[in-house]
């Protein structure tokens, strides 16, 4: 048999996340995130299943952009940091692609660029998050300059990120949403802040537009969890098998540097799932798994091809018992990838876009 490890991309499960974060903000259209390979769960086959859905999606470079087009998907793609350099225009103009404008260098670029059709713009305004974008004060001049620039650019929007929206404390998210909102007034513009978490739970920031990303696959971005995160369905199943059974006396340790060493006698399960397929190295002794949909922790350190897991307290557990490292087992238990991310001391976008190319993707639904 092959070795069993896999994930299970659940597409059903992607379009009812992304029909909770529409149905959060009614007056927004939301473009769906998909940079990073759809945070790891396949670029073409999570744009087809929402494409009836997505009025639009967002990729972080042209190369994702391309890979869309080539998979046949016509919708409009956003590039969330625009051009890398002033020859992807050609491209961007030949894919009619949306383009967040951040720089000077870019907005120069496109003001000396002669393009069949106008490029719908979406400037892009420096807030607070203090990464990409114009300052408040100078994005005033920008969208000037693009609006009197009708055969380069349409469409114009505002975009800003926002650093905190996650968080309990809504103080500088706040700061954040005033700032654009101001600018927004005084421009009549068309405006798109609002992320997964935004989305979730700052009503005041729902725009014209709305960017929900990791929302979509299921992961809640929410510091403290509201009823509708709650509703939000894993996409992504990482699941394998116990491929060897150990019975460990007290004392005896497991795996490299025996970190982990057995307090009682113990049935150590070996996994076929290791850091060579993307599963996190600084995973913690206690770290849950689900075997035959029953938690498990993790003991000992992940190895490359191989994870350990204390099966003393599951006695049928054996060779050939499903192991599902996040997402949902077979009996309809989850275990969410937010909650292994915080035993990585990492977060669930990490362990999502980590699943290396060796894990074969199936995929369910959406057909
Ligand atoms: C990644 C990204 C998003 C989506 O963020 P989530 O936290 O995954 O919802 C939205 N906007 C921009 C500019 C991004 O880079």
Same mark, same amino acid.
């Given at each position: 048999?092959?070795?069993?490890?896999?994930?299970?991309?659940?597409?059903?499960? $992607?379009?009812?996340?992304?029909?909770?974060?529409?149905?959060?903000?009614?007056?927004?259209?939301?473009?769906?995130?998909?940079?990073?390979?759809?945070?790891?769960?396949?670029?073409?086959?999570?744009?087809?299943?929402?494409?009836?859905?997505?009025?639009?999606?967002?990729?972080?470079?042209?190369?994702?952009?391309?890979? $869309?087009?080539?998979?046949?998907?016509?919708?409009?793609?956003?590039?969330?940091?625009?051009?890398?350099?002033?020859?992807?225009?050609?491209?961007?103009?030949?894919?009619?692609?949306?383009?967040?404008?951040?720089?000077?260098?870019?907005?120069?670029?496109? $003001?000396?660029?002669?393009?069949?059709?106008? !490029?719908?713009?979406?400037?892009?305004?420096?807030?607070?998050?203090?990464?990409?974008?114009?300052?408040?004060?100078?994005?005033?001049?920008?969208?000037?300059?693009?609006?009197?620039?009708?055969?380069?650019?349409? =469409?114009?929007?505002?975009?800003?990120?926002?650093?905190?929206?996650?968080?309990?404390?809504?103080?500088?998210?706040?700061?954040? +949403?005033?700032?654009?909102?101001?600018?927004?007034?005084?421009? *009549?513009?068309?405006?798109?802040?609002?992320?997964?978490?935004? +989305? $979730?739970?700052?009503?005041?920031?729902? *725009?014209?537009?709305?960017?929900?990303?990791?929302?979509?696959?299921?992961?809640?971005?929410?510091?403290?969890?509201?009823? !509708?995160?709650?509703?939000?369905?894993?996409?992504?199943?990482?699941?394998?098998?116990?491929?060897? !059974?150990?019975?460990?006396?007290?004392?005896?340790?497991?795996?490299?540097?025996?970190?982990?060493?057995?307090?009682?006698?113990?049935?150590?399960?070996?996994?076929?799932?290791?850091?060579? =397929?993307?599963?996190?190295?600084?995973?913690?002794?206690?770290?849950?798994?689900?075997?035959?949909?029953?938690?498990?922790?993790?003991?000992?350190?992940?190895?490359?091809?191989?994870? +350990?897991?204390?099966?003393?307290?599951?006695?049928?557990?054996?060779?050939?018992?499903?192991?599902?490292?996040?997402?949902?087992?077979?009996?309809?238990?989850?275990?969410?990838?937010?909650?292994?991310?915080?035993?990585?001391?990492?977060?669930?976008? +990490?362990?999502?876009?980590? !699943?290396?190319?060796?894990?074969?993707?199936?995929?369910?639904?959406?057909?």
């Amino acid at each position: 048999m092959a070795r069993p490890l896999r994930a299970d991309i659940d597409l059903d499960a $992607l379009r009812h996340n992304y029909c909770l974060a529409r149905d959060q903000a009614p007056e927004s259209r939301a473009v769906a995130v998909l940079k990073a390979d759809a945070y790891g769960h396949g670029l073409v086959a999570c744009a087809r299943a929402l494409e009836d859905l997505a009025p639009a999606f967002a990729v972080a470079c042209l190369e994702e952009a391309e890979t $869309l087009r080539e998979g046949g998907i016509a919708a409009p793609i956003m590039l969330l940091e625009g051009i890398f350099e002033a020859a992807e225009l050609e491209r961007v103009e030949a894919l009619g692609l949306w383009m967040a404008v951040h720089s000077d260098w870019q907005l120069e670029a496109l $003001l000396t660029y002669r393009p069949a059709r106008p !490029v719908p713009v979406w400037i892009k305004v420096d807030s607070g998050m203090h990464r990409l974008g114009f300052a408040p004060e100078r994005a005033e001049a920008v969208w000037h300059r693009l609006a009197a620039a009708p055969a380069q650019a349409c =469409d114009l929007h505002l975009m800003s990120h926002f650093a905190t929206a996650d968080a309990e404390d809504d103080a500088y998210f706040a700061r954040q +949403t005033a700032r654009m909102k101001a600018l927004a007034e005084r421009l *009549g513009a068309p405006l798109c802040l609002a992320n997964s978490p935004a +989305t $979730l739970a700052r009503p005041e920031s729902h *725009g014209a537009w709305n960017r929900p990303g990791v929302m979509l696959y299921g992961s809640d971005p929410l510091e403290a969890a509201n009823p !509708v995160s709650r509703r939000l369905a894993p996409v992504m199943t990482l699941r394998s098998e116990v491929i060897a !059974v150990r019975e460990l006396a007290v004392g005896e340790p497991v795996g490299y540097g025996g970190r982990w060493t057995a307090a009682r006698p113990s049935r150590i399960g070996v996994v076929a799932c290791g850091y060579g =397929d993307g599963y996190d190295r600084h995973a913690a002794d206690g770290t849950p798994v689900l075997v035959e949909g029953r938690r498990a922790c993790l003991a000992g350190k992940v190895s490359m091809d191989m994870l +350990t897991v204390d099966l003393t307290d599951l006695p049928d557990a054996d060779i050939g018992s499903e192991v599902v490292l996040w997402g949902r087992a077979a009996n309809g238990e989850a275990l969410s990838v937010d909650e292994v991310a915080r035993h990585c001391d990492t977060i669930s976008y +990490t362990l999502l876009t980590g !699943v290396l190319p060796r894990v074969p993707r199936r995929y369910h639904g959406a057909d």
